[in-house]
C-alpha cells in the first residue's frame, strides 16, 4: 500500500468542506440581499454566513496542509495545485480587466460623447446642454457634487514604493526559503506582512481624507465609480493576500515547507505579485494618468 | 489513514475479478452523493441537476407559448410574461445547457484520457453543490412582492435597475453561478493538462476533451468580466455608483458592451462541447475516423479566439460608430469560415462511410443540418445593414434557438444516448429513443422554423401581444411548441427504464465502431478507475494514427 501511495495520484473519499462553504455562501448572499432591502436583522445572519465560510476555509485548508505535510502528495497532485493556483488568478485578471475596462471606455468614449464628439452634437445640444467633456468628471449633472481628487505623487507614490519593496522582501523570503535559512524566511515575511499592513493602513487614510475633506465619494459619478470600485476591490485583494502571508508566516514558524517543496507558500508569493501588478495599472491610469 | 484509491483496476478489467476491491461505493446518501468527491457521480449530480432544471425552464416556455397561442392577452399579465421570458433564459443557459456540459466533462474527460479522477476532486464536489442554492436562490424571485427579474436575461440597464426586491439576489444567484463555473473550469484544465495518461499527447486526445479545454479557457476568460457586470449593476442600484448613468458621466451601453464581452464566448462555452460530441459520435456510426482532426482543433481554438473580438454583433443598433459596426460585422463573418471547416469535415467523416442510425447517431446528424439552419440565420444576422431590420425580432429569437435546442440540446441527448449504456450499463429501448428523436425533431422545427418569418415580417420577442397578421404562424410555433415539451418526456422515460429496468446488458464496448479509453472499462464503469494510468498508443485513439 505504501508503495502505491508514492506512486498513485491521491482521491480523497469524501468531503463535508464543500458543503459547508456553500451553506456559508448562500446564508452570506441571500442575507445580504436582505440587508440591502432593508432588514436589519438580515446583517446578522450575513455575519453568521461569513463565519460559516471562515470555519470551513480553515477545515478545508487545515486538511490538505495536514495532508500535504504528512507527505501523500505526489509531483502530479503538487502541479494541479498550481495550475489551480495560476488559473485561479487568472479569473482575477479577467475580474479587474472588466472594471479597467469600464473606466477606459468611460474615459476615452463616454465623456467626450456627452460633450459632443463623434456624431453627438445634438445629443450635447438638447440633453446636456454646456458640458464639456473633462477629467476627472462626475458627469453633465454633476452627480454627487463638486470634490477634489487624491495627487498621485503623495499617498499613492508611497503605496507604490511600499508594495513594489513588499515584492521585494518576498523574493527575499522565497530565497531564504530555497537555501533552507529559516530565521531569514520568517523575518523577510513578517516584513512583508508589516509592509502589507503599511500599505493598507495608508488607503484607509486615503479614503477617509477622500470622504471627509475632498467630497469624493463612491457617488461622484463615473469618477468617484471607477476610482473607489478598482482602489476598493484593490484594496480587498491587498486584505486577503496579507491575510494569506500571515497564515503563511504562521506555518513557517511551525516549520512547514521544505526547501524544494512548498507549493502553499509559492500560491502565496503568486498571488502578492499579482496584487503588485494590479496597484501597478491603478497608480498609472487612476491617480497620474 | 489510507486514503488511497483501490489499486488494480486495469484495462478491460474483468468485472467480476477483485471487484470489491475497488468498486466501493460510499454508503448512505450524504456519503454518496453531498459528501462525495467520485467524478462520475458528481458528473451524475450535475446531469440530472441539469435535466431538473431543463424541465423548469422548459415549463417556462411552455408558458410563454401559450400566451402566444393567440393575440391578445388570455393567460398572464404582461410583467409576469416577461418574467418567464427572462427566467427562462436565466434557466437554460446557466441551470441546464452549462452544467449539462459540466457533468459530461465530469463523467467523461478522466475516462477518456486515462485519470483516476478530476486534478481536484473536493473542489469539484463544491463546483457542484453551489448550484442548487444560486438556483434556488435564483427562483425563489418569482415568489417574492416585486416578482422575479422582468428585464430579460441580458439584465440591461436602466430596465434591470428598476428590478424591485429580487434584484440583489438575482446578482448574487450570478455571482454563485459565476463562482462554480470558474472553479468546474479550472479543475476541466488542470485535468486535461496534468491528468492524462503516459501516450496520450494533446493531438491524440478525443475531440470532446480539446473542445472543453477551450471552453474551459473561455469560462475562466468571462465569467469574471459578468461577474463584474453584475457588481456594478448592484453598486448603481443600492450604493449610487454612476457607471450606467449618463448623468454622473456613465453610459447604459457601456453595460451592454461589458455583458457581450463575456455573453458572445458564452454562447461558445454552450456550443463548443457540443462540437466535441458530434465529433464522437459521427465517427463511431459512420465506422470511420474523424475527418481531419488536426483541422478540428484548430477551428475550434480559431473559434475561440473570434468570440472575444465580435460582442457588439448583439448591439448593432445602439449607435456605435460605423468604424465599429464594420468591425464587428467582417469579424463575425469570419467565424463562419472555422465553422464551415467543421461542417465539412462531419459531412466528409460521414462520406462513404459503413452508416447506421441508432439513436445518437440520429440526434449527431440532426445536429449538423439544424445547426447549420441556425448557423446561416447568424450570418444573416451578422450583416450590420440587414440587422438594422432583424435586430430584437423573432427572426434571432429563430436564430438561437436553431443553434441552442437542436444545437447544443440535441447534442445532449446525443451524448446522453451514447453514453447512457457506460454509465448505467444498461441498453436503453432503441426504439422508444428513436421515437424520442423524430418527435423532436418534427416538433423542433414546427416549433422554430415560422419564427424567422414572424421575425422577418416585424414580430418584436419579449413581446406577450402582437397583432393579428402574425396569429397563423405564432399558432403553428406554439404547437410545435407544446409537442416539443412533452417529447422531453419520453426521454425522461427512456433514461429510468435504461438505468433501472433494462434487461439488456451493455458490453465494455458498447458501439460496434466505438474506439477511445473509455470503451475499455467495463460497463457501467467501476467507480473508480485508471487508477493505474494506462499507457496510449496510437491505434487505441478514435483518430487512429498521429499527426
Known sequence: ?289 | MSSITGEDVTIGHDDAHGHDDHDHKPEGFLARWVFTTNHKDIGTLYLVFALLMFFIGGSMAMVIRAELFMPGLQLVEPDFFNQMTTMHALIMVFGAVMPAWVGFANWMIPLMVGAPDMALPRMNNWSFWILPFAFTMLLSTLFMDSGGPAAGWTLYPPLSLQTGDSFAFVVFSVHMMGISSIMGAINIIATILNMRAPGMTLLRMPLFVWTWLITAYLLIAVMPVLAGAVTMLLTDHFFGTSFFNAAGGGDPVMFQHIFWFFGHPEVYIMILPAFGVVSEILPTFSRKPLFGYAAMVYATASIAFLSFIVWAHHMFTVGMPLEGELFFMYATMLIAVPTGVKVFNWVSTMWKGSMTFETPMLFAIGFVVLFTIGGLSGLMLAITASDLQYHDTYFVVAHFHYVLVPGAVFTLMAGAYYWLPKWSGNMYSERWGKIHFWLSTISVNVLFFPQHYLGLAGMPRRIPDYAPQFADFNMWSSLGGFAFGASQLIFVGVVIHCVFFSKVKATARVWEGAKGLEWTVPSPAPHHTFTHPPTVTASMVAHGEDH
Not at chain 1, 479569473?91 to 480587466?97: D, I, K, L, N, T
Not at chain 1, 481624507?209 to 469618477?223: C, E, V
Not at chain 1, 484593490?234 to 493576500?241: D, I, N, S
Open chain 1, 1 to 289: 500500500m505504501a508503495e502505491h501511495a508514492e506512486g498513485t495520484y491521491y482521491v480523497p473519499h469524501g468531503t463535508r468542506w464543500p458543503m459547508t462553504g456553500s451553506i456559508g455562501l448562500a446564508t452570506m448572499l441571500g442575507s445580504a440581499g436582505f440587508w440591502l432591502n432593508g432588514s436589519d436583522t438580515a446583517m446578522w445572519t450575513f455575519y453568521v454566513g461569513v463565519a460559516i465560510i471562515i470555519y470551513m476555509i480553515f477545515g478545508w485548508f487545515g486538511q490538505v496542509i495536514r495532508e500535504s505535510e504528512s507527505g501523500i502528495y505526489n509531483a502530479q497532485v503538487d502541479t494541479s495545485f498550481r495550475m489551480g493556483m495560476a488559473w485561479f488568478i487568472f479569473s482575477e485578471v479577467m475580474f479587474f480587466a472588466c472594471f479597467f475596462g469600464a473606466l477606459f471606455y468611460a474615459r476615452a468614449l463616454v465623456v467626450p460623447w456627452l460633450g459632443g464628439s463623434s456624431n453627438n452634437a445634438s445629443t450635447n445640444e438638447i440633453l446636456w446642454q454646456g458640458f464639456m467633456a473633462h477629467w476627472p468628471t462626475n458627469g453633465p449633472g454633476e452627480v454627487g457634487g463638486d470634490f477634489g481628487t487624491i495627487p498621485a505623487f503623495g499617498i499613492p507614490f508611497l503605496n507604490t514604493l511600499i508594495l513594489l519593496f513588499s515584492g521585494v522582501t518576498i523574493t527575499m523570503a522565497h530565497h531564504a526559503l530555497k537555501d533552507g535559512k529559516r530565521r531569514a524566511l520568517v523575518l523577510w515575511l513578517a516584513a512583508t506582512v508589516a509592509l502589507g499592513a503599511l500599505f493598507l493602513f495608508y488607503q484607509v487614510e486615503e479614503y477617509v481624507h477622500a470622504y471627509r475633506d475632498l467630497g469624493l465619494t463612491l457617488g461622484s459619478g463615473i469618477y468617484g465609480s471607477t476610482f473607489f470600485m478598482l482602489t476598493g476591490f484593490h484594496g480587498l485583494h491587498v486584505t486577503l493576500g496579507a491575510i494569506m502571508l500571515t497564515v503563511i508566516l504562521f506555518r513557517c514558524m511551525a516549520g512547514h515547507f521544505k526547501p524544494d517543496s512548498h507549493f502553499g507558500f509559492e500560491a502565496v508569493a503568486w498571488y502578492w505579485h499579482f496584487v503588485d501588478v494590479v496597484w501597478l495599472g491603478l497608480f498609472i491610469f487612476v491617480y497620474v494618468l
